[in-house]
């Protein structure tokens, strides 16, 4: 089971807003990714699978040179991988390959800064293992952002096509979420089966 939470907190600190829901939407890309894992050839070419700009690429094919598989593990600022947020409102397609309108990294209009997507490691909790993946956003634009859809990304060390990267998830928010002006937002993922 997959579940996201979302938590805006103003400039004070101050939690202004929190939902949580269950996604549906791991996509195609997240069964192909999780197949060639346990395929455990992660050099050969078994399947084709569509980065977030459209490009087919074979898959898996990493190298000494590009030994990432699946990583979320994106660094601050970079807004190709890990968690995104966008303003898009198309229903989720298994197919999907990008968020429908990512909001780009940075402090102009409409932007958002990118904080460092962290993947905590497992725990067990009765019958339930999970773990959790999240990212923080601050609202340096100077206006207000609102956010309609969230998605994780990971990275794929392409042996012939260097870094590529690739949608996992994404789900349209029932309730578009505002950022204010000087703002946070939070975005955590729990990934989670029942034993």
Not at 35 to 61: E, M, Q
Not at 133 to 148: D, E, P, Q, W, Y
Not at 179 to 184: K, L, Q, R, T, V
């Amino acid at each position: 089971m997959l579940r996201y939470e979302i938590e805006v907190k103003n400039r004070e600190g101050e939690v202004i807003k929190r939902i949580s829901g269950e996604s549906k939407s791991l996509l195609k890309n997240f069964m192909i990714g999780l197949w060639a894992a346990l395929y455990s050839f992660l050099t050969k070419k078994g399947t084709n699978i569509i980065d977030r700009d459209g490009v087919s690429h074979t898959f898996p094919y990493v190298s000494s040179t590009y030994p990432k598989h699946m990583v979320v593990t994106a660094p601050a600022n970079n807004d190709d991988y890990g968690i995104l947020v966008g303003t898009g409102e198309t229903e989720v397609s298994p197919d999907d390959t990008d968020l429908a309108s990512p909001i780009s990294h940075g402090t102009g209009a409409g932007q958002l800064s990118y904080g460092t997507t962290t993947c905590e490691e497992p725990t067990v909790s009765d019958s339930v293992v999970s773990f959790r993946i999240l990212r923080s956003f601050t609202n340096n634009s100077g206006a207000s952002v609102t956010v309609k859809e969230i998605g994780i990304a990971f990275l794929h060390g392409h042996a012939d096509d260097g870094d590529i990267y690739v949608l996992m998830a994404r789900d349209v928010l029932s309730s578009p979420t505002t950022i204010p002006d000087g703002a946070s937002l939070t975005v955590r993922y729990t990934l989670s089966i029942t034993v």
